[in-house]
Every structure is written in C-alpha cells, then in structure tokens.
T-cell receptor, first 115, second 113 residues
Framework: GAVVSQHPSRVICKSGTSVKIECRSL??????MFWYRQFPKQSLMLMAT?????????EQGVEKDKFLINHASLTLSTLTVTSAHPEDSSFYIC???????????FGQGTRLTVV | GENVEQHPSTLSVQEGDSAVIKCTYS??????FPWYKQELGKGPQLIID?????GEKKDQRIAVTLNKTAKHFSLHITETQPEDSAVYFC????????????FGAGTRLFVKA
C-alpha cells in the first residue's frame, strides 16, 4: 500500500502559540488530502478537504482562520493550528488519495497537547 | 446528510473464534466501502475495501460482504488472534460531495487469548 507520513507524532505547545503539522505522501502523488480530528474513543471527524493548488474546503463548524491548511504540492499538505488553546488538544490525522475517488491512506496521527 | 451506522460498538471474542462487524449506510450514491483498523495512538490502517460492483471480497482471514440493495456491508474476521484486538471503522464514499469518506462510530474488538 501507499505510505503517508505525518509529522510530528506528538507535540506540546503553550496557549497562544501556533503549531504546524505536516502530511506527506511518500510514494505517490496525492491530488486530494483530508484532515481529521479524533477525540478519545470516538470516530474520525472530517475537518477539511484539500486539493492540490486549491483552497481547502472546510466542514461546517470548523474555523478556517484557526485551522490553516496548505496543499501546495502533490506530496505535502500542512495543517497549522493558530493561537492554540487547551480545547484544541486532540489527535489530528491526515489522509491522502491519488484522486478524490480512490482509496485513502492515513498518516500516523499527531497528538497535540496545548498547555 | 450521509450517515454510516456501525454495530456493535464493542465486541469480545475468544481467540480462534470469528468476529463480525456490520454497517449500514444512507447515501445510495456511495460506491466505495473501506475498512480500517486503528491501534491505540496510531492512524487508521486500510485492511480491506470493496466497491459497489462486487458482492464479496476476501483476503486471508478477512472478508467483506456488500448488499447494495439493503445498503449493508459487513467485515468478517476468522480465526481471530490477540493481535487483531483494535478499533475497526467502516466507511462509505461516493463520487460526489467532495469525495468525503463517512466513517462509522467504530467497533472496539477484544480477542481473548
């Protein structure tokens, strides 16, 4: 299967600072990438969909100015949590697809803790 | 909107027994149904998938069945092993709606040795 690498796996930051999470498709070109948030013992909640070279499409209730997504190349998408607060602490996961209607492969996830 | 229901939420089986997880979906336009295994602290891993033009697919101890008329699909794990213990998610995806993958709530599988 295809490999998606997400970095960092864990990060602790202070309230008010920004954190960037990277998602890379290592052995394929990803036209579409997805960003999810997962709370403990819950399912994955889609935050936004990004297509290479286009602005991300955010799900209802997700603040686009707080969760900045960039998908500037076919192998890299980034999620920046701006002005982080403790309630932003969560497990963030990306996935990547060659095209929108093909299988998606997930990164390892990033555990964000805001103190 | 689209919805995927998954049952049971928790499943405990004895090593060597079979495990079955069932899902239903609401969007008749869904045509791709992946299953993911998620271990603690890790991202979901695709274990098997099925497309709407197929009724059944098997890969060693794992099989998936799809009933498009009833909008049901199921995961079957035979000869379970302790390392199968994890959370399993079903999902449904179509060619519209931004190609979003809609996930079920997850099933926590415990395989007792």
């Amino acid at each position: 299967g295809a490999v998606v690498s997400q970095h960092p796996s864990r990060v602790i930051c202070k309230s008010g600072t920004s954190v960037k999470i990277e998602c890379r498709s290592l052995d394929f070109q990803a036209t579409t990438m997805f960003w999810y948030r997962q709370f403990p013992k819950q399912s994955l909640m889609l935050m936004a969909t990004s297509n290479e070279g286009s602005k991300a499409t955010y799900e209802q209730g997700v603040e686009k100015d707080k969760f900045l997504i960039n998908h500037a190349s076919l192998t890299l998408s980034t999620l920046t949590v701006t002005s982080a607060h403790p309630e932003d602490s969560s497990f963030y996961i990306c996935s990547a697809s060659r095209t929108g209607n093909t299988e998606a492969f997930f990164g390892q996830g990033t555990r964000l803790t805001v103190v | 909107g689209e919805n995927v229901e998954q049952h049971p939420s928790t499943l405990s089986v004895q090593e060597g027994d079979s495990a079955v997880i069932k899902c239903t979906y609401s969007d008749s336009a869904s045509n791709y149904f992946p299953w993911y295994k998620q271990e603690l602290g890790k991202g979901p891993q695709l274990i098997i998938d099925i497309r709407s033009n197929v009724g059944e697919k098997k890969d060693q101890r794992i099989a998936v069945t799809l009933n498009k008329t009833a909008k049901h699909f199921s995961l079957h794990i035979t000869e379970t092993q302790p390392e199968d213990s994890a959370v399993y998610f079903c999902a449904a995806k179509g060619d519209t709606g931004g190609f979003k993958t809609i996930f079920g709530a997850g099933t926590r599988l415990f395989v007792k040795a």
